[in-house]
């Protein structure tokens, strides 16, 4: 593992979670660039020196430049951290694969910051980025998990998260780039399971959002996340993931975050569910994506492939997409079969 020491960081997309890795790599010393999508986003941000649409109270610091030139942001990066939501990683990939292949440098790492899980293909964030990418890429893939809001990460509160590549070493070197200043890192081999960790807890997050949009009461809540977690768990471990990981950060550690969280934008979306907004209004209200919205058309095709019972994401199947009313969805889970907690 390489000594800790100023790299070039690229950060590809300027949403809120982007924009606050970017400012978090730069607040520990690294040269970053932020990669906006359109030559307008990028040139506000770098004269204003914030991101005024999604985190206005975080200035960045003098070593983040922005730039919407994907081969301006790439040239010399060790690290690239693709932060892109996860319906729209797979289009960006492809500008970026042979913009790298241009460019004269040894293959960086690469960290992908997005949580879910492609809607028509049930492909993981991490085997995207393997199609897309050269195969001399592919050993460098890591996924990062665990509860961190973009405010509190970009504000240098303390955080712990995960860094999850099948070379350890890989997590390794991302964990020493990254620690320090209010983030604490750790690494793990379990891509899988922090990668589904991370897109499965949004449906949770949405359900437990609709919970107490409705007044279902805080029972009810604490009920959900727990079953929650135990259906997530079921899917995750049917596809390889291990069942530490399910109960550690990137899996309970987010999962309760993103569920109890005032910053979270899938309970956001929960509760005005559960009051009986619709999700168009709800989302165009929003204006940022949701993507507990997606995950769960995921959760739920993964869940029928595999045999997996997931009553709580084919509830929200169901509001999201089916018509059905929370009063129905909320009896339908109440009146299923009675079993044992142990499975």
Request: proline residues 3%; aromatic residues 4%.
């Amino acid at each position: 593992m390489e000594k800790n020491s100023a790299v070039r960081v690229a950060v590809i997309g300027a949403g809120s979670w982007g924009t606050a890795l970017a400012i978090h790599a730069a607040r520990r010393g690294h040269q970053v660039s932020l990669w906006a999508r359109t030559a307008e986003r990028a040139g506000e941000m770098q004269a204003s020196r914030v991101n005024a649409r999604y985190l206005k109270d975080a200035p960045f610091p003098d070593n983040l430049a922005v730039t919407c030139d994907l081969e301006q942001a790439l040239a010399g990066s060790e690290l690239v951290i693709t932060a892109v939501p996860s319906h729209g990683l797979r289009a960006v990939m492809k500008a970026v694969s042979p913009v790298l292949d241009q460019l004269e440098h040894t293959s960086p790492k690469f960290l992908i910051a997005a949580k879910g899980v492609e809607v028509d293909s049930l492909k993981t964030m991490a085997t995207v980025l393997a199609e897309e990418l050269a195969p001399r890429h592919r050993a460098n893939i890591a996924a990062l998990g665990g509860p961190s809001f973009a405010a509190e990460v970009a504000a240098g509160q303390p955080t712990a998260v995960v860094v999850a590549c099948t070379e350890i070493s890989v997590a390794e070197q991302i964990q020493v780039w990254l620690s320090g200043n209010g983030l604490r890192v750790y690494v793990s081999d379990d891509v899988t399971g922090v990668e589904l960790g991370g897109a499965f807890k949004n449906v949770i997050a949405l359900a437990a959002g609709v919970c107490d949009g409705a007044g279902l009461g805080q029972n009810a809540r604490a009920a959900l996340i727990t079953r929650g977690l135990a259906e997530i768990s079921r899917l995750s471990v049917t596809l390889g993931a291990l069942p530490s990981t399910l109960a550690g950060l990137a899996g309970l550690g987010d999962l309760v975050l993103t569920c109890t969280g005032g910053l979270s934008r899938n309970r956001r979306v929960g509760l005005a569910l559960g009051r009986g907004q619709t999700l168009e209004q709800i989302l165009e209200e929003m204006g940022m994506v949701a993507e507990g919205v997606k995950n769960t058309l995921s959760a739920t095709r993964l869940a029928a492939r595999e045999g997996v019972e997931m009553p709580i994401a084919e509830m929200m199947h169901a509001l999201l997409y089916g018509g059905a009313s929370v009063r129905f969805a909320v009896a339908s889970l109440m009146g299923r079969d009675l079993k044992s907690e142990r499975e």
